[in-house]
């Protein structure tokens, strides 16, 4: 069986916000993989962080016009990964060794993404929603956690842990049993649609309040999940929560909502401050689940019919690790 490094390099993953990428050169990481990323001309170049000639850390340096200048003795290195410029040896041909490995990245979304293979076995997601002007967004801070990506993902699909580990922020503790729904299977990843009758707490003056709310749930294999929210009497809004593997056990969550424009005025606020509270609440859980890394079967566990949306999900996932189709039959 291919490692987990190897099962999850052919896919496109975030490695950082775009807004987070200025003129100078940006520290990421992703499936064991120490990164470094620039900004040219044209795009983002992205390559190994350690300087191939004494080990530096090459995102200390400088961009400049040529490429990306380590700081320990100014050897230069290009978009392609090969040194460009050995300033103690200005006449002298560049070294054969003297180059670090280059990787592929794009821009989309707000976020940089990187596939660490020479080509990706799947595209980004599809969220036209996003690009036709028709919604806002807002950035949580980036999820660290010690959490698989698999697992983080599960818990975005969990529609029986709503009641138990959201109680206090939106979890309704009379609704317990957890109704048949569908999941859709795809090629590319799976999908679900539940109504959850969400309890507001108390606030302020106002008593708390039951809304049966429309959750929709689409999943981009390997590890970007969408999650709209639709209250009876009220705006959509839609999270995105996409796991970044930086190993098997560990985690960097990229997190953002979008929203409908006309909520710019309180939106934002009231979502990133209700939003930490209910991942807290997600991470004081899923950083106690055991084993860490993402089971490759289902044996050690006990599932049920509500359980359904992270059993097809994990069915998946499972499949992209040993190379199977997705669609193939369930794994023993
Ligand atoms: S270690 Fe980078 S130039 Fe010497
Ligand atoms: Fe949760």
């Known amino acids: 069986m291919r490692s987990y490094v190897d099962a999850f390099s052919p896919y496109w993953h975030p490695v950082a916000f775009s807004h987070e990428l200025t003129g100078a050169p940006l520290a990421a990481h992703l499936l064991e993989t120490d990164l470094v990323l620039w900004r040219t001309g044209t795009g983002v170049a992205v390559t190994h962080r350690r300087c191939s000639h004494r080990g530096a850390d090459l995102s200390l340096g400088r961009v400049t016009p040529d490429g990306l200048r380590c700081g320990f003795h100014g050897w230069t290195y290009g978009v392609d990964g090969r040194c460009v410029r050995v300033p103690s040896q200005p006449g002298a041909p560049i070294p054969a060794g003297a180059r670090v490995s280059a990787f592929r990245a794009t821009e989309r979304y707000g ?24 919604m806002a967004t807002v950035p949580l801070p980036l999820l660290d956690w010690n959490v698989s990506a698999g697992r983080m993902i599960e818990v975005v699909l969990d529609v029986a842990h709503l009641s138990w580990v959201h109680e206090g922020t939106f979890g309704n503790p009379e609704q317990q049993e957890v109704p048949p729904y569908e999941v859709e299977r795809r090629p590319t990843g799976v999908g679900a649609r539940i109504v959850y009758p969400a309890l507001a707490p108390a606030m302020d003056d106002m008593p708390p309040r039951v809304d049966r709310t429309t959750l929709t749930y689409d999943v981009t294999f ?13 705006y959509v809004h839609t999270v995105y929560a996409i796991a970044s593997p930086l190993s098997e056990e560990k985690m960097r969550c990229f997190y953002f909502a979008s929203y409908h424009p006309r909520l710019r005025n309180h939106f934002p606020d009231m979502f990133v401050k209700s939003e930490l509270a209910i991942l807290e609440q997600d991470r004081r859980v899923l950083e106690g689940v055991r084993p860490r890394a993402h089971p490759l079967d289902f044996a050690g566990e006990v599932h049920t019919p509500a359980d359904r949306l992270p059993i097809e999900y994990r069915r998946g996932i499972i499949a992209l690790r040993l190379g199977r189709p997705v669609d193939g039959p369930a794994p023993e």
Request: glycine share 2%.
């Open 222 to 234: 390997p590890f970007a999940a969408k999650l709209a929210f639709k209250p009876t009497l009220f």
């Open 111 to 134: 976020l940089i993404w990187v596939c660490l293979a020479p080509e990706a076995a799947a595209p980004l997601p599809e969220w036209p929603e996003l690009e036709d002007g028709s």
